[in-house]
């Protein structure tokens, strides 16, 4: 009976993020209210509150569906390339805009951030996070460009900051961009040909990965060009 309980809740909570998602992406989040949410999803008020604390922590929930996938992908490519942060992060850039176009869920999360939530009222502590989060992405990406200019990979003239923050500012305007538009840009078939075209403008010149299991670039991915390499256009 307990276990029934603790599933019945949690088919409850589930349908009441699901709901959140559509909802919010029809109306934008500061017109929706908690009660319209439960509304929506055929359950009571106290239902709601029982599961959230506030339309913020509702929100916070919803985004971790979404991002604690995302963070595993993250830490994997960081134990597959561990020699090599560059070509983790060239992948990394890659499987998220490949990821957006095959995730209906994560495009509708991702709508709400980019075009639905404004950073006031009770939901401005958003604002804290989505800062920290971006503070952590370019500080992972500048430590990776750090590296590739120590080994060689990418000319000492290349700043890891300034080249963190480019590809990182590149990646947010693609997303933006292709949410309100798909015809932007066909993420399945250039995303890598975009985030490889960034990269050999610092001067790496990225090499046709050899084909495996799942298809991306190896730890040789990136090789510093030579006096008789020449890049096509």
């Not at 971790?64 to 996938?69: H, M, N, S, T």
């Not at 066909?186 to 090499?207: E, I, M, T």
Request: glycine letters at 6%.
């Amino acid at each position: 009976m307990v276990r029934r309980t603790k599933e019945e809740a949690q088919e409850t909570r589930n349908r009441l993020l699901d709901t959140a998602e559509r909802v919010f992406n029809e109306r934008g989040v500061s017109r929706t209210s908690l009660a319209e949410i439960a509304q929506a999803a055929g359950v009571t008020r106290g239902a709601i509150y029982w599961h959230f604390k506030n339309k913020l922590d509702l929100f916070n929930a919803m985004m971790e569906r979404v991002a604690l996938p995302m963070e595993e992908v993250s830490a994997r490519f960081g134990e597959e390339y561990p020699a090599d942060p560059l070509a983790a992060i060239r992948d990394r850039a890659v499987a998220l805009l490949k990821a957006l176009a095959a995730d209906a869920q994560m495009q509708r999360v991702f709508d709400i951030m980019s075009h639905k939530c404004e950073y006031v009222d009770d939901m401005a502590p958003l604002r804290d996070r989505h800062l920290e989060c971006r503070g952590e992405c370019v500080a992972q990406m500048q430590e990776a460009f750090r590296h590739a200019v120590a080994t060689g990979r990418l000319p000492k003239t290349v700043n890891p900051r300034h080249a963190a923050i480019g590809l990182h500012a590149m990646i947010d305007g693609i997303i933006v961009n292709w949410l309100l538009d798909p015809r932007y840009l066909d993420l399945h078939r250039d995303a890598g040909k975009v985030v490889d075209g960034y990269l050999r403008g610092l001067g790496v010149v990225p090499v046709p990965p050899a084909l495996s299991g799942r298809g991306a670039a190896t730890a040789s991915s990136f090789r510093k060009p030579g006096p008789t390499t020449k890049v096509k256009h």
